[in-house]
């Protein structure tokens, strides 16, 4: 559960991949919905242009917020897991692993320190 605040969106995913899911919203206060649907999704940016930046700003914090999730079941993992076992059993499955929690590494080198 997560609270909104005024001109964020909800279901940017679901609604750009044109899959169907169905969300609970409880408003809080008097609140007014744009509901954007493929049929009006143009016109509807084209005549607010500085929402496309923000659509794009909320992406990228859910995108940075998930990897930080993932770097941390990935520490927690590396600390609790036999690490050697799984080298042994799944050998190509770890190499891919370690490679992509590298790069991740790197691209969010502030959640270091978190």
Known sequence: MEELGEGEF????????ARMRLTTVVALEETVVTVI???????????????IMQLLQDLSARIRHLTA????????????AD????????PEWYEAHEKLYQLVKRMLPLHEGQ
């Open 83 to 90: 690490v050697e076992e799984i080298k042994g059993a799944r």
């Open 37 to 51: 649907t493929r049929e009006n999704f143009e016109d509807y940016f084209r005549a607010r242009p500085a929402k």
């Open 69 to 80: 999730d993932y770097l941390e079941v990935c520490r927690a993992l590396e600390e609790r």
């Open 10 to 17: 909800i279901n940017v995913i679901t609604f750009l991949e």
